[in-house]
């Protein structure tokens, strides 16, 4: 059975249903207001930092954990649930990461409250994605794309 996680709102409890909703916006945060907006936000080095969802319509899910947890931690200090797909799961090549989306998802289990990344680990999930983004950006070129 593939395990799904979703990571962001607090306090959700098994049985809960994640539904789609508005981004959260925390003080001073820029790329908060940004994707608020529906703008993308570029950092001080030119580099495009978590562009607008592109389904505002359905819920995000991924079998990455790490990747969840740094959803979550968005949030501030958001949780980190086991979830499984409410109705169709669509695959979703917005992240270098593998992500689906859905109408909803159901939280099975509660896998971390308060979720919050440490410098270190911002930094090493920040090269697996400069990673993930190049090997698809040089999968793509060697397509023709």
């Known amino acids: ?32 207001v940004a994707r608020a907006k ?9 580099r495009i ?4 969802t592109g389904r505002p319509d359905r819920v995000y899910i991924t079998t990455d954990r790490e990747y969840a947890r740094f959803y979550a931690s968005k949030v501030w200090l958001g949780d980190l ?7 169709e799961l669509q695959e979703s090549t917005e992240d270098p990461f593998p ?12 896998y971390n ?6 410098p270190g680990q911002r930094r090493t999930l920040s090269h697996r994605w400069a990673r993930a983004d190049m090997a698809s950006a040089l999968e793509a070129l060697a397509a023709g794309r």
């Open 1 to 32: 059975m593939t395990r799904y996680f979703h990571g962001g709102v607090v306090g959700l409890k098994p049985g809960d249903l994640v539904t789609p909703h508005q981004p959260a916006i925390v003080d001073d945060c820029p790329i908060c």
């Open 99 to 110: 992500t689906w989306t859905c109408e909803a998802a159901r939280v099975l289990s509660v």
């Open 38 to 46: 529906g703008d993308t936000y570029t950092d001080e080095h030119g």
């Open 113 to 118: 409250r308060a979720v919050r990344l440490t």
């Open 49 to 52: 930092v978590d562009p607008p």
């Open 81 to 87: 649930y086991v979830v499984e797909p409410v109705g």
